[in-house]
């Protein structure tokens, strides 16, 4: 840069570190040259280096700005201050206009030193857009216009706007005004506003085709009859800007009821699907499947399309979840339960990213721009200016396109579990509206073969005015999707009626599922799928939160299982401490059995867990008696050959060293007591059924046999057939040195 002052340290290594330090250095070339003593300006201003280096590395229309504007550079010198919207006499197109530049310059300067993030950023873009509009509707009118309200749609009106996105407008007038003179100042409107932005109207009833201006009546009777669902999906971002608060009440309650007064039926559902399977064809079609960040596959639109879709389905019952702008209706239904906490946490992250990306690709010349580009060097300069870096093991450029490809795998993947869900409505809430022989087709579509007694389930499950019971009802939509995809719907929604039984156990169920989605989730795969893991959740619903914790399901080794189930015995008296053992079975059970039903084991390891399970409760149980002897359990059979399954018998041997009959009658004791304590005195207080016939002589000869009584038998009278069940002997519980002589 000959003829310039050499640049000083700082600014040379804020320069370096930047996206593109040959644009940076071009760019601040000829700004020195119409601001004299800049660079050294730039060294003692640590504020304004950063900002006019991040906006010289990132944005070319910028940085022509920088240079032909001479109070453009003061505007990045206080980031803080909001230049104040020309009026009065000082309002005029060319004011407007310079206003819009400067506004516009200080937003993407916030932006891009991260003073700002993307809420931010696109909250100030849209209000950008709005004190436009305001200022142009007062050009047009000579003064603000009272009859005439300009309605924000799109990300206008989501207050979620990009660097180039077109402004979509609606225009409403007041009963009984001039149409002809309020369509002349909505044209004479559009013409000063697109000085500054593009001005689109065409999202109004009957498009380019239908009055620029209509009444509230107007619209109302549109919607009544001719709209169609996709003008439904656009009202969702209806917001009054402009004009009269009387008027712009009045539509804003018209478009109220016009959204959620309506139900929504599979044929919208369908419509909606349609219209957006289009779109992504086209992209397919134009082969930027990979690269178009709006309507490919994980863009964009498959978050706000989630979004807007769950919000037209369950916003009829829900009002918290009818927020115009996406990041908060995606809260909304995170919260809620209707998206998976994780879910909802990943799509805001990718919508933030995704956003960001289409952000910096707009600003680099300030024009409406949704593809990346193939080129590797431009890509490579969007990674830099994005934040990506090399390092010792990638480029930014890969390190870019691997966070890309990664973000919209799972917006794509999170998708299309919400986008084609099957969406129920609450039942409790539409059952007065629906025959008898339509609820029944409605539910047997998914699953419930017995529509009265589900109907009803629903009802008990979200009456009431208590929160847990406004909870459900939230939840019921999502609830019923799981349940639909389980192998019995009904039993499901009966076993979730029972475990929410009573208010306490309700108050509880509902605490486990606002907690964790997933738990919903899981829960009602599980009673769908299992009557025995129900049942054990029955008796111990203090273990339901424990179906959504992956911790809680992880796999124990032999040493852990026999830690806990010895921890089960500090119960003192028999009694409790067979119950202290029933228990300690039963969660490691449904440890084991959640995991089977949820894909998270195969059958052999399921199997594994269940035998492992056996051995150490039969250990335990051992121990609790305290042998006067050494004694050992043998396993026989399939739990021998570590094959049990849910319904194993455990088939057993007992062994002991000794030979008198006092010995013999301690051997038998422990075996008898063994045998009674897993067994229960009732069915449901069993533990295990122990089935020892395979013994020598069976059930004719004693339970217990010494070690010497095993040897002698097998020397001379054992059948060939008990030779072969010896093969699958393996001690299993008691004295380990016997057993190993065994």
Not at 430 to 456: H, I, K, N
Not at 623 to 645: C, H, I, K, N, Q
Not at 677 to 682: E, I, N, Q, V
Not at 726 to 742: H, I, K, Q, T, Y
Request: aromatic share 6%; glycine share 8%; with cysteine.
């Amino acid at each position: 840069m000959s003829g310039h002052p050499a640049r000083l340290g700082e600014l040379e290594e804020t320069i370096e570190r930047s996206a593109a330090p040959s644009a940076a250095r071009t760019g601040l070339e000829r700004l020195e040259a119409a601001h004299a003593g800049l660079s050294t300006t730039l060294e003692a201003d640590e504020g304004l280096r950063r900002a006019v280096v991040a906006v010289l590395a990132a944005s070319r229309s910028l940085t022509l700005l920088l240079e032909t504007d001479a109070d453009a550079l003061a505007v990045l010198g206080d980031l803080d201050a909001r230049p104040v919207v020309p009026g009065g006499s000082a309002l005029d197109e060319e004011s407007l206009r310079r206003w819009k530049a400067h506004e516009y310059l200080r937003i993407a300067g916030r932006d891009l030193t991260a003073l700002d993030d993307l809420r931010d950023t696109a909250a100030a873009l849209a209000a950008l857009a709005e004190d436009v509009l305001v200022a142009a509707a007062t050009l047009a009118a000579g003064e603000a216009p009272e009859d005439l309200v300009v309605v924000g749609m799109g990300k206008l009106g989501g207050a979620e706007l990009n660097y180039s996105s077109d402004i979509d407008v609606m225009f409403v007038a007041g009963e009984g005004t001039q149409p002809a003179r309020l369509e002349a100042q909505a044209r004479e409107l559009m013409r000063v506003a697109r000085r500054c932005f593009r001005v689109d109207a065409n999202l109004r009833p009957e498009g380019r085709d239908g009055p620029l201006v209509r009444t509230v009546s107007s619209y109302r009777a549109y919607w009544e009859r001719w709209a169609r669902p996709w003008e439904f999906q656009a009202l969702l971002k209806a917001r009054p800007l402009t004009g009269s608060p009387e008027l712009a009440a009045t539509f804003a309650a018209a478009t109220e009821a016009a959204l959620w007064d309506r139900p929504w039926d599979a044929d919208d559902l369908r419509s909606l699907r349609t219209m957006k399977a289009r779109a992504e064809d086209e992209v397919a079609r134009k082969g930027l499947e990979g690269r178009e960040l709006k309507r490919g596959s994980g863009g964009i639109r498959d978050i706000e399309f989630s979004v807007q879709l769950l919000q037209l389905v369950h916003g009829r019952h829900d009002p918290a979840l009818r927020s115009p702008t996406t990041l908060d209706a995606l809260a909304e239904l995170g919260s809620a339960g209707y998206v998976d906490a994780a879910d909802a946490a990943t799509l805001d992250g990718a919508y933030r990213f995704l956003r960001t990306v289409e952000h910096r690709l707009q600003l680099a010349e300030e024009r409406q721009v949704h593809v990346v580009p193939s080129d590797d060097a431009d890509r490579e300069l969007l990674a830099r200016v994005l934040g990506f870096r090399g390092t010792a093991g990638t480029t930014a450029l890969a390190g870019f396109d691997r966070e890309l490809a990664r973000r919209r795998a799972s917006v794509r993947a999170i998708h299309q579990r919400l986008y084609f869900r099957p969406l129920l409505e609450a039942f409790a809430g539409v059952e007065g509206r629906l025959s008898p022989e339509a609820a029944e087709t409605r539910l047997a579509a998914f699953g419930f073969r017995d529509a009265e007694r589900t109907r009803q389930a629903v009802g008990e499950l979200t009456r009431g005015l208590t929160r847990s019971s406004r909870l459900m009802h939230q939840l019921l939509p999502l609830l019923l999707a799981w349940l639909s995809d389980s192998p019995d719907p009904d039993r499901g929604l009966l076993g979730l009626r029972t475990l929410a039984s009573g208010s306490q156990r309700s108050s509880e169920l509902a605490r486990a599922f606002r907690e964790s989605a997933e738990t919903a989730r899981r829960l009602c795969t599980v009673l769908g799928t299992s009557p025995l893991l129900g049942d054990i959740l029955h008796h111990n619903p203090d273990l339901i939160p424990a179906v959504g914790d992956d911790s809680a399901l992880a796999v124990r080794t032999a040493p852990e299982l026999l830690e806990r189930a010895r921890g089960a015995l500090a119960w003192r008296g028999a009694d409790t401490r067979v119950a202290g053992l029933r228990r300690f079975k039963e969660r490691q059970l449904l440890r084991i059995g959640v995991r089977d039903v949820m894909g998270q084991a195969d059958v052999d390891s399921t199997a594994a867990g269940l035998t492992a399970l056996a051995e150490a409760t039969l250990e335990a149980a051992v121990t609790a008696l305290d042998p006067g002897l050494p004694f050992a359990v043998v396993a026989m059979g399939r739990f021998g050959g570590a094959e049990l399954s849910y319904a194993s018998d455990l088939d057993v041997v007992f062994a002991y060293e000794g030979g008198g009959p006092a010995d013999f009658a301690e051997a038998e004791r422990l075996a008898g007591a063994l045998l009674q304590d897993l067994k229960g005195a009732t069915p449901t207080a069993r533990i295990y059924l122990l089935d020892a016939d395979l013994r020598p002589e069976g059930r004719q000869g004693p339970l217990a046999r010494s070690l010497d009584g095993f040897r002698a038998y097998f020397e001379r009278w054992a059948q060939v057939w008990e030779r072969q069940a010896m093969l699958r002997a393996r001690p299993v519980a008691g004295d380990s040195d016997l057993g190993r002589r065994f």
